[in-house]
């Protein structure tokens, strides 16, 4: 079993930067592709960013493509998402996921506000 701590959201200004951390427990996560989704007020959860377990292959929605970074320790057992030139569109709870074949596992999730 895996559980997902995210933390490192807050308040940003337009244009500035952001990196929230996806901490699991479980000595099997480096085997768990891990995602990002975010979920903003009256709209669905969306995914933000993917990478496989290796870290070898990487996938990002169009919205954030070339702005935000995904990236994983997996001798840390963390994901991170680097988020930079923030827009106030990018508002929304981030949530981390992990899932191995079956098995999935959400986080409780981390605020993220772009004042303009």
């Known amino acids: 079993q895996v559980q997902l701590a995210e933390s490192g959201g807050g308040l940003v200004q337009a244009g500035g930067s952001l990196r929230v951390t996806c901490a699991a427990s479980?000595?099997?996560?480096?085997?768990?592709?891990i995602a990002w989704f975010r979920q903003a007020p009256g709209k669905e959860r969306e995914l933000v960013a993917a990478?496989?377990?290796?870290?070898?292959?990487?996938y990002y929605a169009d919205s954030v493509k070339g702005r935000f970074t995904i990236s994983r320790d997996n001798a840390k057992n963390t994901v991170y998402l680097q988020m930079n030139s923030l827009k106030p569109e990018d508002t929304a709870v981030y949530y981390c996921?992990?899932?191995?074949?079956?098995?999935?596992?959400w986080g409780q999730g981390t605020q993220v506000t772009v004042s303009s």
């Open positions: 990478i496989r377990w290796s870290g070898g292959h990487t």
């Open positions: 996921y992990a899932r191995l074949n079956t098995y999935n596992y």
């Open positions: 479980g000595r099997t996560f480096y085997r768990y592709d």
